[in-house]
Nanobody, 123 residues
Framework: QVQLVESGGGLVQAGGSLRLDCAFS????????MAWFRQAPGKEREFVAA????????DYADSVKDRFTISRDNAKNTLYLQMNSLKPEDTAIYYC????????????????WGQGTQVTVSS
């Protein structure tokens, strides 16, 4: 079974940076499209960024474009999210997700999820 474990969350000052990691195990990482989603208190889970399995092309939510960078290292079975210029509105639990099917920006279409890591940005 696929297992995803996020790490790297924490408390950071507005304007600062943070890198999230997601360790993948149980299957061949290179066969999976990967994505990051986040959920803030009282809000629905929302798409953040995605990276595809074949050509490595990326997609970003408008709210994070030009600030966040999604990447992957297939040799290390690890997904990353580099977050720069953080804002208080970025505060949320961040989840990594994977699918061997069709890449999507919709959370319901990802069958594999990590447990989440808390990111808190102080003003």
């Amino acid at each position: 079974q696929v297992q995803l474990v996020e790490s790297g969350g924490g408390l950071v000052q507005a304007g600062g940076s943070l890198r999230l990691d997601c360790a993948f195990s149980g299957r061949t990482f290179g066969n999976y499209h990967m994505a990051w989603f986040r959920q803030a208190p009282g809000k629905e889970r929302e798409f953040v960024a995605a990276i595809r399995r074949s050509d490595g092309s990326t997609d970003y939510a408008d709210s994070v474009k030009d600030r966040f960078t999604i990447s992957r290292d297939n040799a290390k079975n690890t997904l990353y999210l580099q977050m720069n210029s953080l804002k208080p509105e970025d505060t949320a639990i961040y989840y990594c997700a994977g699918t061997a099917g069709i890449s999507s920006t919709v959370a319901q279409w990802y069958p594999y999820w990590g447990q989440g890591t808390q990111v808190t940005v102080s003003s």
